[in-house]
């Protein structure tokens, strides 16, 4: 009997690291190589490629435990690499300023990450009793894939985050059965029992939810297993997935499960149903019977399943890569995609960077960024998530340590698809973060909110955002008068004219919010309903200067308080709590950076507005109050077919007493993934 010669795991290790040293003889710089076609068994080595980033990590770690003075470079090459867990690195596998770890590709490479498995087994739906669930013109087109042949067994929640599942065609993401097929249904009457208080807008509604629906269509709904709504239940500013307990054909009306919004239910409010399998009636639309594991896809026109490229996300882990209290370790140059979860989160530390890297098609977030000092995103790629883009965190605002985080020439599109509001493309939390030369498009809400202090937003595009919902701006503050030293500069805001009731705006300062300065910012086709491209509501001590507003509904409109509410809201407990136990606006350092918090009490409502060119508005203010505002050299002037481009040119702004604006350094630079 022949004897098996089996190498335990350290071993393993232990033999890698000696062929390591051995390759890699004296120098200071120590290279590891990760290909699909290697093997964990090997040294690491160019020659002999290791499989797997855990392992890498591994090897780097021992390396470094020995010679921290060595330098570490792990190379990945191209090919596509399937993560079943987060790979987790901690102090332990940090650098040093001389000293860095890198984790790259390779030269040429562009190497995924995916948390998505492939569905390769389609077959035409031939089950008769399913087949007239469905509507008579798509019954020969819809196909069904079991996901137990794909190895999941997980599958997921159709709504709770980070457990939802999605579908993708070609890296397209594919509709989860919903109607309408795109936008929303009105609904009738609500008919709760509880009656809630008339709003400021003299709007009514019930507590429970229980509501009409006023076409036939709902009827087919009955016989569904679990139906859920999305919807703008009371206000157009906060959405919200719900259950369905109950389809009553005969009354036409449905009823909600508890937990209820928050704010109830108002009639006409807007919604859609989903996760509903007679609803697949459009290319794209797919359902899941979590019974069975049965997979139901009507696929793209022209797409054959058994040649495309189609996948279901299944990593539901919250994160895919975490740094933990790392220190200079860089990931460059890498692809991750189809999680559940969210990409990557660096925790603690201090000078971590993410470099021209890719996330795309996250059931939730692309990046989070908590405490620590000095981390960075700089020329990445997000998109296709959601909820967020990047969630960044850091500083002290009680002494106002900045915490020296950036965001920079990255783009960040198609976010908040799944959670339509308050999920934008960067939040930010602290004190002294600087977002600049990115772009950020296309969204239900906004692309920015802020919460904090010495905020620099310079040199980025904001474009097609605040699409759907209500009272919102491309870049958000609210409700916190020691939000201060925030600064937006030389930024291009366009196509932002959404809302409903009350509007969207290029920057909405709402609800006390102070002291911002808006300089040198060009604003175009922005503001809708009652906002201009900048809406103050409540503030003051704002400085708006320098700024193009060309062709929006108005330049500024403002919301004022008035003496009496700014001095109640002044006096509340919540806001006592933010402005003397979070921070203390008191002490010697707010009142010296800050000088203006020694007269918050006084002139409510008072900004300045000066040295604005206005083109092609409709309107120069919106809501303005005579005596109220500091307004000095506003022109209005019609264009006369002049370009933006034209009226961004230093000779015309000079003309009206404008300082230049440097119209050709905003946006991404050198973005690999620009293109």
Same mark, same amino acid.
Not at 407 to 425: G, M, Q
Not at 547 to 571: I, M, P, Q, T
Not at 644 to 658: D, I, M, R, S, V
């Given at each position: ?16 690291? +000696? ?30 490629? +290791? ?363 198609? *976010? ?45 595009? +904001? ?49 006390? +919010? ?65 402005? *003397? ?95």
């Amino acid at each position: 009997m022949k004897r098996q010669s089996v190498l335990s795991t350290s071993s393993i290790l232990a033999v890698s690291l +000696i062929l390591l040293f051995v390759l890699d003889g004296f120098s200071k710089s120590l290279d590891i190589y990760i290909s699909p076609k290697g093997s964990d068994r090997n040294s690491g080595a160019q020659s002999s490629p +290791i499989k797997s980033l855990e392992k890498a990590k591994d090897l780097a770690r021992s390396v470094r435990s020995k010679d921290p003075d060595k330098s570490v470079t792990i190379y990945i090459e191209d090919g596509v690499y399937t993560l079943e867990k987060p790979v987790v690195f901690t102090a332990e596998d940090s650098g040093n300023e001389k000293n860095p770890v890198y984790i790259k590709a390779s030269e040429k490479a562009k190497p995924v990450f995916t948390g998505s498995r492939e569905l390769k087994k389609w077959q035409v739906l031939k089950n008769a009793p399913t087949l007239k669930l469905l509507p008579a013109d798509v019954r020969n087109k819809v196909y069904v894939s079991n996901l137990k042949d794909a190895g999941i067994t997980d599958f997921g929640d159709p709504i709770e985050p980070g457990k939802r599942p999605e579908l993708f065609c070609n890296g397209q993401l594919q509709t989860l059965a919903r109607w309408p097929n795109s936008d929303f249904a009105k609904a009738g009457l609500v008919k709760g029992q509880t009656q809630l208080p008339p709003t400021f807008k003299n709007r009514k509604g019930t507590k429970e939810g229980v509501f009409e629906y006023t076409a036939n269509r709902q009827n087919r709904w009955a016989n569904e297993k679990e139906i859920f709504l999305g919807g703008y239940w009371f206000w157009d500013w906060a959405d919200e997935f719900q259950k369905v307990s109950k389809v009553d054909t005969l009354s036409k009306t449905l009823y909600l499960a508890e937990p209820y919004h928050r704010y109830g239910y108002k009639d006409s409010l807007r919604y859609f149903g989903v996760n509903l399998f007679c609803e697949i009636d459009e290319p794209g639309e797919w359902y899941l019977n979590r019974a069975d594991g049965q997979l139901y896809w009507y696929p793209p026109v022209g797409v054959n399943p058994a040649k495309a490229q189609v996948t279901l996300s299944a990593f539901n882990a919250p994160f895919m890569i975490e740094m933990k209290d790392c220190a200079y370790l860089t990931l460059q140059g890498l692809t991750f995609q189809e999680s559940r979860g969210s990409a990557v989160s660096i925790s603690g530390g201090k000078n971590c960077l993410i470099k021209d890297c890719r996330f795309e098609r996250f059931g939730r977030d692309g990046i989070h960024v908590v405490e620590g000092s000095g981390h960075g995103i700089s020329g990445c790629l997000i998109r296709t998530l959601g909820f967020r883009g990047i969630d960044m965190k850091g500083g002290n605002r009680k002494t106002l340590e900045t915490a020296n985080h950036f965001i920079e020439n990255t783009i960040v599109e198609h *976010f908040s698809l799944f959670k339509r509001t308050y999920e934008p493309a960067v939040f930010l939390d602290g004190c002294g973060i600087r977002v600049s030369n990115n772009r950020f498009r296309y969204s239900s809400s906004s692309a920015m909110r802020m919460e904090g202090n010495d905020f620099t937003i310079e040199f980025n595009e +904001i474009s097609h955002v605040v699409n759907e919902s209500d009272d919102q701006g491309a870049l958000d503050m609210w409700y916190n008068p020691s939000y201060r030293g925030v600064v937006v500069r030389y930024n291009h805001w366009s196509d932002i004219t959404g809302g409903t009731h009350s509007g969207a705006a290029g920057v909405r300062l709402d609800d006390m +919010i102070s002291g911002v300065l808006i300089f040198g910012n060009i604003f175009e086709r922005t503001g809708s309903v009652i906002f201009g491209g900048v809406q103050i509501h409540g503030g003051k001590d704002n400085l708006v200067e320098n700024n193009l507003f060309y062709n929006c509904l108005a330049a500024v409109s403002f919301s004022r308080w008035g003496e009496n509410r700014w001095h109640k809201e002044l006096d509340t407990l919540l806001i006592r709590e933010k402005i *003397f136990k979070e921070v203390d606006i008191l002490s010697p350092i707010y009142q010296s950076k800050y000088p203006e918090l020694k007269t918050l009490r006084e002139n409510a409502d008072v900004n300045t507005v000066k040295n604005n060119l206005i083109v092609d508005c409709k309107n120069q203010f919106l809501r303005n109050k005579a005596g109220v505002q500091i307004l000095e050299n506003n022109p209005v002037l019609e264009s006369g077919g002049k370009t933006l481009e034209e009226c961004c040119a230093t000779e015309f702004l000079n003309k009206y007493g404008l300082k230049p604006i440097p119209y050709q350094q905003i946006g991404p630079k050198n973005n690999v993934w620009d293109n």
